[in-house]
Nanobody, 123 residues
């Protein structure tokens, strides 16, 4: 089971840090992706990290404002979001899978998903 936390209400320009933890399993050998889904929109890729090796991947449109990292000892994946905009409002999901590099941004590459955490950015 994957559990996201850290969502909430923040003003535009603010920051939030989301976390993803795994209950009863390890992240080792997997990639962990963050996706988001705004009302009426498709679920879109935000960022991903390979647990083994730490390679990071970002949506081109979010690179520079969002940062993904991991705490190996605590088995946590973080998504640091800065300079937030109202259009960042969405439910944010973490997911695990074993995508190859060319498919790391595809939601079908991931097969375990958390329940999501809501991020609301007010203007």
């Amino acid at each position: 089971q994957l559990v996201e936390s850290g969502g909430g209400l923040v003003q535009a320009g603010g920051s939030l840090r989301l976390s993803c933890t795994a209950s009863g399993r390890t992240f080792s050998g997997y990639s962990i992706g963050w996706f988001r889904q705004a009302p009426g929109s498709e679920r879109e890729f935000v960022a991903a990290i390979r647990w083994n090796g730490g390679n990071r991947y970002y949506s081109d449109s979010l690179r520079g404002r969002f940062s993904i990292s991991r705490d190996i000892a605590k088995e946590i994946v973080w998504l640091q979001m800065s300079s937030l905009k109202p259009e960042d409002t969405a439910v944010y999901y973490c997911a695990t899978g074993k995508p190859i590099q060319s498919t790391v941004s595809l939601k079908d590459s991931y097969y375990q998903w958390g329940q999501g955490t809501l991020v609301t950015v007010s203007s």
